[in-house]
């Protein structure tokens, strides 16, 4: 399952949805990625967060493909936040679920890296000291970037 939406995530409740999805899994593995407080340019006061649409969902939905194909989690849920989000707030849900336990954090682990460095979103970030358009981090890409070994 994917969502995109300006509207709050409730992980808790994604979470309860997900694993009724998931009857019959040996492990569950979930992921809620939050608004930082506080950033390299200080405190921050909020995100903002622009999709291109169909280009970004397409995006999403062939890495949940690409994980099913990699591993064994025929349940798969991710939703994304766009839009104006506060400090604290939940800006990424993923869901994995596999027999087992390898599988589930592995497939969750490629899905957040994917949305960390190549999902079509853009972030404009406001601290205290202003506004700016931020980027993956280059520990972002070389986490992204086991990936890519792995499926040589």
Request: charged share 25%; hydrophobic share 45%.
């Amino acid at each position: 399952m994917l969502t995109v939406t300006e509207g709050p995530l409730d992980a808790s409740a994604l979470l309860n949805e997900f694993e009724k999805t998931a009857m019959g899994a040996g492990a569950i593995v979930s992921f809620t990625g939050l608004v930082r407080a506080e950033a390299a340019a200080g405190q921050v006061k909020g995100l903002y967060l622009q999709a291109y649409s169909p280009m970004t969902e397409n995006g999403i939905q062939a890495a949940i493909d690409e994980a099913k194909t990699r591993w064994p989690v025929p349940n798969v849920s991710v939703a994304h936040r766009v839009g104006e989000m506060m400090a604290g707030e939940a800006i990424v849900f993923v869901a994995t679920a596999s027999v087992h336990r390898r599988a589930a954090f592995e497939a969750a682990d490629f899905l957040m890296d994917y949305l960390k460095t190549k999902a079509v979103f853009w972030k404009r970030e406001t601290t205290d000291q202003g506004e700016a358009w931020i980027e993956p981090r280059a520990d972002d890409y070389a986490d992204a970037e086991r990936w890519a070994k792995s499926s040589d």
